[in-house]
């Protein structure tokens, strides 16, 4: 099969625009020609019926913005015809995650509320991407304002099919990066991962996914969902590609007092590097799951899938042969609170940042005959959201009530310290460990299919248990693809490493990639793209 | 029947006066700007928005922390979201700091009527962002976003005062502190400075703090005193005729001077507070905050002690001198420009300075007339080579046209006229024309020596000097 230009790497796209060997309109028309393939029945909030044939198709896209990413294609190659640089990313087509601000195009977060809203501005990440040459193609799906883990919960349906097996999910909440970068129908994509947001999908679509440290990325223009929790972030298909955006996305912001001051280092050309010395870790706590039974509360243990265990097993063994150190049995004895911790701080959290839909300003209003202010607030939150979001919002409302403050919110926010602490002591140079990062699987399993598990929200939110930690404690985490499982569907392994190691992760990713290339899997497509010309 | 005593607290909201709005880069002050001119993406809480903290409202609300001697300036605080939903509350919370505020304890003292000192104990000082306006059209609400953001300062007093006067005479106190500060122009029309009131009552000799009533909404200091009042009236007759009271929540009618129960504190909301996590702690340096400690201005009643001590002034004269803090300033320039008794610098100041001011509807550190000016003109008048009514209109002629008072002097022609050659014939020509009046004084009336000198100014334009034309006209009427 002849690699169409939307298959390429972002550095090599951003290579052959500079060079004049390809235009960025030829970029963004192979796109587009991608998603006419693979897409089929456009997401709406209409009325879904299921369709058969929506599964074996993507539906990644809410919207796509044809007309504007032309005008952008078309001042790259202006800037380039006289003379100037458009920017380490020239040509590369972009899907931002509709969570995700972007002037004049509508900004939905997956959501009936919000459906009719046009941003007056662009979030920072997104503004930076494009300012440094990429090419938005459009807004793709989610879960209902990032709300779960499969973009089931999403308000536009037909749900994304996963480009693997369009009858399994893509994961989420960054389900629609996920799908689209896999799929071609983007070659970068930025996400948001609050508990495992852009590293699960990542691994369920087989791409490369960064959760950098909290603060690295500025969360501005991102509608929030767990404010201390959300990072936005990178999905590519390579390691280098994830660097490329990554290094454009970072650096402090004066729109977000949580952005930080740290200067953001050359990732890319720190790449190549190796791994030579590096002390990598394994924990037992990340092969055995457990978690409290739904029914009687007590803690349950389950091994994760055995696919995965190989697959980080195998990684191991290629560490080990490329130099790096590799260290058994690092105690995360904190890592099973992550779920309940998460639900209870995002919850309440959500909850607030949901306060401002009230279809007064913008967005979805119910516009029957209402008696009063409260009865228009009921009617139209009612209709506007989803049951995703409205079992957030009750339970965030209800754990944050003042006689429970103190016992759920506090709490949790104390287990927190206790999550971060394990890493703390896990990096610690002086410690123990001294670890640069600990290798875990992404996900306890590979993408299940769709109807399988949405509607239990427990179960579903399990899906995160690996992703979760990193999250509470702010570090940063990098999934990249590690095979394929017996179904064949991509596997995915993890990298946490300390605050602001992004850099380090990368080069672990990439020494990984280069020491599997000759795997057979790395010549699977995804099946969506197998008979495409 | 006991005889009751009242308690009060206040809690203030002070506007900061910063160019832009506490958490975006707005204009602050929206006074009669066109609604919603003064907003952006930040302040209207669209989808996506961040909070960043504007450093000018903490520097403000430090001074005025440290102004009124607070125990501590917290080296770290917070700040935290109260939740409600309301239309002109744009993002469906309120960005307040709640458990940890940015500093706690102080007191501002009260100097009494009967020379006594109420000191009044403030609890906390916390920085919070304003909501928005919400005007009612018949079946519609209209919303003005320009005020969302507008930074805030609450400030919160003990149960410490005890009259309706003294809850005023804290207002008036404090409005002059801000102003005197330059962190708030405290207008309470403007709603630059919002007070609620609590207040309870209970029998003189007690020490309890019995169930209290809010009254909110109350936008002057003359209708914060009526509302006490009439408040400390009702409970008092609740009380007498064997009721009870119940913490409602009252609203002021001003139009009316009534109040109305807005709710009952049961009814309250539960605002689900929790930390902002937008936002980072406030982190006060301790070596910046020295530096702000050191350069707190003197404040107004340790300035007011000082003109006494100082300058020999009555209590009255300072009192007034140092109500406004350029005013006060313009008075030490004033007396050190004029080297001589520092009571009349301040009778000039507070019969014809202000009167100056008032008219012109200004502060004295706006004036174009500078203390060195008003030095010059006093020892003029001093000096007798002005009248104290060309003085007088000098000092509008000053301000008027910024010329020194010496170079108008000279360019109209007013110094005061004591030729005694120029002044005596003058008076032959009065005598020689009005003889009549001659002989009602030779009769004996001679009372009516007051009319001839009042000839002579009218002559002389008011430019003679006095005393010389009594002596030439006795002189030369005792002569006829």
Redesign the interface.
């Known amino acids: 099969m002849n690699e169409a230009l939307c298959d390429l790497s972002a550095l090599e796209i951003a290579r052959r625009v500079k060079s004049g060997e390809n235009s960025a309109v030829q970029v963004l028309e192979s796109t587009l020609d991608r998603i006419r393939n693979v897409e089929g029945n456009s997401p709406s909030t209409a009325s879904y019926t299921f369709d058969p044939a929506d599964l074996e198709k993507i539906h990644a896209y809410i919207t796509v913005t044809k007309d504007r990413a032309r005008v952008q294609a078309e001042q790259v190659d202006r800037a380039i015809e006289e003379g100037q640089d458009p920017g380490p990313l020239a040509g590369v087509p972009l899907a931002v995650k509709d969570i995700?601000?972007v002037r004049d195009t509508p900004?939905t977060?997956g959501s009936r509320i919000?459906e009719n809203?046009i941003?007056?501005?662009s979030?920072t990440p997104v503004e930076r991407l494009e300012a440094a040459g990429a090419v938005t193609v459009g807004k793709v799906n989610l879960d209902e304002f990032t709300f779960g883990s499969s973009n089931e919960s999403s308000a536009f349906l037909p749900p994304v099919g996963n480009p693997w097996n369009a009858a399994h999910v893509p994961g989420g909440s960054s389900g629609g990066s996920a799908a689209a970068v896999a799929a071609g129908e983007a070659v970068i994509s930025i996400g948001t991962d609050t508990a495992g947001s852009i590293r699960q999908p990542a691994a369920f679509c087989g791409v490369v996914g960064m959760k950098p440290t909290y603060g690295r990325v500025s969360?501005?223009?991102?509608?929030?969902f767990?404010?201390?929790l959300d990072c936005p972030g990178p999905i590519a298909r390579n390691t280098t590609d994830v660097a490329l955006a990554l290094q454009v996305m970072a650096g402090s912001d004066?729109?977000?007092?949580?952005a930080a001051e740290v200067p953001v280092p050359d990732y890319v050309s720190l790449l190549e590097g190796g791994v030579e010395g590096l002390r990598i870790g394994l924990s037992p706590d990340y092969f055995k799951l457990k978690f409290p039974d739904p029914e009687t509360g007590e803690i349950r243990e389950q091994s994760i899938d055995p696919d995965a265990q190989r697959a980080v097993q195998h990684a191991a063994e290629i560490f080990a042969r490329a130099g790096a150190e590799i260290v058994e049995d690092v105690p995360m004895p904190n890592t099973h609170y992550g779920i309940p911790v998460y639900f209870v701080i995002s919850r309440?959290?959500a909850?607030?940042n949901?306060?401002?839909?009230?279809g007064?300003?913008?967005g979805y209003r119910y516009d029957g005959e209402v008696e009063d202010?409260r009865q228009l607030?009921r009617i139209t939150r009612a209709r506007g959201f989803g049951p995703q979001v409205k079992l957030r919002i009750l339970m965030g409302?209800y754990v944050?009530?003042?006689q429970y403050?103190k016992g759920y919110?506090d709490k949790a926010l104390r287990v927190r310290t206790l999550i971060r602490r394990d890493f703390l002591e896990a990096f610690d140079p002086q410690g123990r460990y001294k670890l640069d990062c600990l290798l875990t699987a992404t996900t306890p399993t590979s993408a299940f299919e769709i109807g399988s598990v949405y509607g239990d929200s427990v179960l579903m939110q399990y899906a995160d248990l690996l992703t979760v930690s990193a999250n509470h404690a702010g570090n940063p985490g990098l999934s990249v693809p590690a095979g394929l499982d017996e179904k064949g569907l991509p596997i995915g392994i993890q990298f946490l490493g300390p605050d602001f190691s992004e850099g380090t992760l990368l080069r672990i990713g990439r020494t990984y990639e280069m020491r599997t290339e000759h795997e057979p899997w790395r010549a699977v497509k995804p099946k969506v793209l197998q008979g495409l010309g | 029947m006991p005889e009751f005593e009242s308690v009060i607290g206040l809690e203030t909201h002070i506007q900061l006066n910063t160019q832009t709005k506490i958490f975006c880069g707005c204009k602050a002050d929206s006074w009669e700007d066109l609604p919603n001119t003064n907003i952006c993406p930040v302040c209207t809480g669209l989808p996506g928005v961040l909070p960043t903290l504007n450093n000018a409202v903490v520097t403000k609300a430090v001074l005025l922390a440290l102004a009124v001697q607070v125990d501590s300036v917290q080296p770290k605080s917070y700040f935290a979201r109260k939740n409600y939903f309301y239309p002109d509350l744009p993002k469906g919370y309120q960005i307040s700091q709640y458990d940890e505020p940015l500093a706690l304890g102080g007191f501002i003292d009260l100097p009494l009527p009967d020379g006594s000192v109420r000191r009044v104990t403030i609890e906390k000082l916390h920085l919070e962002e304003d909501a928005g306006k919400t005007v009612r059209q018949v079946g519609e609400r209209w919303i003005d976003f320009n005020r969302c953001g507008v930074p805030l300062l609450e400030m919160v007093t003990g149960p410490d005062l005890r009259t309706a006067d003294e809850a005023a005479q804290y207002l008036i106190r404090l409005r002059q502190l801000l102003r005197w500060l330059g962190i708030s122009d405290a207008d309470m029309e403007r709603g630059q400075l919002r007070c609620d009131a609590n207040v309870s009552i209970r029998p003189v000799g007690s020490d309890d703090l019995n169930t209290k009533t809010e009254i909110k909404n109350v936008n002057s200091i003359e209708n914060v005193r009526s509302a006490i009042e009439a408040e400390i009236k009702r409970q008092i007759r609740e009380v007498q005729s064997g009721g009870r009271i119940e913490a409602w929540t009252l609203d002021w009618d001003e139009d009316k001077s009534t109040l109305h129960k807005m709710r009952s504190k049961e009814s309250e909301a539960d605002y689900r507070y929790f930390r902002e996590p937008d936002l980072l702690p406030v982190l006060i340096d301790q070596d910046w905050l020295e530096q702000m400690r050191d350069a707190l201005p003197e404040l107004p009643l340790e300035r007011k002690e000082r003109f006494i001590e100082t300058y020999a002034l009555p209590e009255y004269d300072s009192e007034i001198l140092t109500e406004e803090r350029t005013l006060s300033e313009y008075f030490e320039r004033t007396v050190q420009a004029f080297i001589g008794d520092p009571k009349v610098v301040s009778n000039w100041m507070m019969n014809d300075l202000l009167r100056l001011i008032r008219e012109r509807g200004t502060t004295a550190g706006k004036l174009i007339i500078q203390p060195e000016h008003l030095a010059e003109l006093i020892a003029m008048v001093e000096a007798k080579t002005i009248t104290a009514s060309t003085g007088k209109e000098l000092l509008d002629k000053v301000e008027h046209s910024g010329l020194t008072p010496e170079a108008i002097v000279k360019a109209e022609g007013l110094g005061q006229v004591s030729d005694e050659g120029k002044l005596r014939s003058l008076a032959v020509e009065i005598i020689e024309t009005n003889p009549d009046q001659v002989a009602t004084y030779t009769g004996g009336k001679t009372t009516i020596l007051g009319w001839f000198v009042g000839q002579m100014m009218k002559e002389t334009r008011g430019k003679a000097n006095a005393q010389l034309v009594q002596k030439i006209f006795r002189e030369l009427l005792e002569k006829s």
């Open positions: 995700f601000c900004s977060a919000l809203f941003s007056p501005y979030a969360r501005y223009g991102l509608i929030a767990a404010s201390s004066p729109h977000d007092a949580t309440v959290e909850a607030s949901l306060h401002r839909y009230d007064v300003k913008y202010l607030y409302m944050s009530a003042e403050e919110y």
